[in-house]
């Protein structure tokens, strides 16, 4: 896995986040969720994250949602984990094959950021390192991406300490625009 030592890291969890997937009979539906192709593009043009996707679904999954996404963006993520790279949670978990996400083994934590819809993927000690989104199952007119890569590239592209300034960040993909 190749980390840039000049750039943070912006990991992305895909279902409920970026995209959402509906079970249809043996497959299922993937949709991109609204503003999301240009909050992504607007990231990867300022240069200032190596930018990744962190998944707990399993490789072919993960494959199948990325290549939708590839179809409408200007670039592919150069980090890409998926269910391997999770832990099963430590009790007590709703399901025994619920997951946590960690992020100490990939890097400085200062350094890590993970947008997620779920504070309960993340490890011990790494909560401030999830930036909380609104989790989304399809409605299409949700607007937690909209307008919002601005703020990601102001408060979190050069701070020395990402997880001072994220909870800011996540608290403008809660406002109602
Ligand atoms: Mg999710």
Do not use: Q
């Given at each position: 896995m190749k980390v840039s030592p000049l750039k943070h890291l912006l990991l992305f969890d895909l279902n409920g986040t970026l995209v959402s997937k509906k079970r249809r009979n043996h497959t299922f539906d993937i949709t991109i969720r609204p503003y999301v192709p240009e909050f992504l593009n607007q990231l990867h043009a300022s240069k200032l994250f190596t930018m990744g996707v962190f998944s707990s679904a399993t490789t072919p999954t993960v494959t199948t949602i990325l290549h939708q996404i590839r179809a409408v963006t200007s670039f592919s993520f150069e980090i890409v984990l998926d269910r391997k790279a999770t832990v099963i949670r430590p009790p007590?978990?709703?399901?025994?094959w619920n997951t946590v996400k960690p992020l100490a083994k990939i890097g400085d934590l200062k350094r890590i950021i993970l947008v997620e819809?779920?504070?309960?993927?993340?490890?011990?000690?790494?909560?401030?390192n999830f930036l909380i989104v609104p989790s989304w199952?399809?409605?299409?007119?949700?607007?937690?991406?909209?307008?919002?890569a601005p703020h990601f590239i102001d408060?979190?592209?050069?701070?020395?300490?990402v997880r001072l300034k994220i909870r800011q960040v996540s608290m403008l993909a809660f406002q109602s625009k």
């Open positions: 007590p978990r709703e399901k025994p819809d779920s504070i309960e993927k993340a490890a011990k000690g790494e909560h401030d199952e399809g409605n299409r007119e949700d607007v937690a991406f909209k307008g919002l408060s979190l592209g050069t701070t020395p300490d």
